[in-house]
């Protein structure tokens, strides 16, 4: 299981790792702010938890 926060969804090392356990098959799980950002967009989350801000 790999596991990421990201304050802006986007956060470059974040988005390297997470990249690498879907390749390694992992589960992954996220917690992000703002509107999940890249790393949502990009799908690399299995669970995303997804804080939204004003």
């Known amino acids: ?21 879907r390749k390694r098959k992992l589960l992954t799980v996220a917690l992000l702010g703002d509107d999940g950002g890249e790393i949502l967009r990009r799908g690399l989350v299995d669970f995303p938890i997804v804080i939204h801000s004003d």
């Open 1 to 21: 299981m790999a596991v990421g926060i990201s304050t802006s969804g986007g956060s470059h090392n974040i988005l390297l790792a997470l990249e690498e356990a």
